[in-house]
């Protein structure tokens, strides 16, 4: 610093701030109290405690920065936790429902044979039979409402683990909601609700046939679910570049502020209380349509019925 004492004063001045900026400093108590102008003591010292601030709050904002680092590592092997913990539940439904399905199948094919030996009207009517009984029906329509929920729980973990695989091929949509409605024939007799179809046009497109067939599936189950026994149409028909398929229903209805909820996971509306169900069917319908690039829409208002329209492309 000997080559400082032929510097002028804000030569020297500019030559420390430089210094400070570098974080350095060569100022010191000695070098203070060896300046002979006041002034320039001054400037020094001042100087000296911009330094020890600045050095102050860097060392504040790296340790401020450690612990956020912490945090952040933390934060992630949190994350990473519970992103194994989701995948394991994932994967325990995925085989739980796998492993489930095979055997209600066997038992289901296992009552249908049974059931065929019954006359067609027991099976719908329940009429007592000496060798089977009346609960044949009954354990048929358990045995298809655990296979329902089975089938949901795979679907979920689907959906979670990355989205639905669709099979796409040639399907006829009118063909397909009437063969859905026939399925349904059992049920609407037992519970005696007229079911209108109206499918005056041939629709055809390419889509997931199952998957459409689950959508509408559960539309038709949610409108004799919650269509308090008043009669429900079916309309297939064509609309410009979209097939639509529109399930109506006459019952209690879907409140405005419940409309767009009913469409997530494990949603239901006030008045599904009485009714058995795990929120899933819309959801899983939702996200099946999308993935075809359609859309659900709903019209409904409490006490009216609801009209859920499905889109698909043509
Ligand atoms: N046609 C309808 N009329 C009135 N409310 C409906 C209708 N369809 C659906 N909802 C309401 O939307 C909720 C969600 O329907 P969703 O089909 O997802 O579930 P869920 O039928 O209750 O059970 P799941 O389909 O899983 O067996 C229902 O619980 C019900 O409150
Ligand atoms: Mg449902």
């Known amino acids: 610093m000997a080559a400082k004492v032929d510097l002028s004063p804000t030569d020297r001045i500019l030559l420390h701030l430089g210094e400070i900026g570098a974080r350095r400093c060569s100022i010191t108590d000695e070098s203070i109290a060896a300046e002979t102008d006041p002034d320039m003591r001054q400037v020094l010292l001042g100087l000296l405690v911009l330094h020890e601030d600045l050095s102050y709050s860097s060392q504040l904002r790296y340790e401020a920065e450690a ?52 006359s067609p009207e027991a099976a719908t009517e329940i009429t007592p039979s000496p060798l089977r009984g009346p609960q044949l029906p009954r354990l048929k329509r358990q045995i298809d409402r655990l296979t329902g929920l089975v089938s949901e729980m795979l679907d979920v973990s689907r959906i979670t683990g990355g989205g639905l695989d669709l099979v796409v091929g040639p399907v006829d949509l009118g063909m397909l909601v009437r063969e859905i409605v026939d399925r349904f024939e059992p049920e609407l007799q037992r519970r005696q609700i007229t079911l209108e179809l109206t499918a005056a ?42 097939a639509m398929v529109v399930v109506r229903d006459h019952g209690v209805g879907i409140p405005a502020d419940e409309q767009n909820k009913i469409f997530g996971p494990f949603a239901r509306a006030v008045a599904a209380r009485h009714h058995a169900g795990l929120g899933l069917g819309l959801w899983i319908a939702h996200k099946i349509v999308q993935a075809s690039n359609g859309r659900i829409k709903l019209d409904s208002a409490p006490g009216e019925g609801a009209a859920f329209t499905v889109e698909l492309p043509l």
């Open 201 to 242: 046009e041939v629709v055809r497109g390419h889509w997931d046939g199952a998957r459409i067939d689950q959508v509408v599936t559960n539309l038709m189950s949610n409108a004799i679910k919650y269509g308090e026994g008043k009669p429900i149409q079916i309309t297939v028909r064509a609309e410009g570049a979209r």
């Open 67 to 118: 612990a956020l680092r912490l945090v952040a590592d933390e934060r992630e092997r949190l994350l990473e936790d519970r992103r194994l913990a989701i995948s394991a539940r994932d994967q325990f439904l995925a085989v739980a429902a796998h492993e489930l399905r095979t055997p209600l199948t066997a038992l289901s094919l296992l009552v249908d044979h049974l059931l065929m030996g019954i």
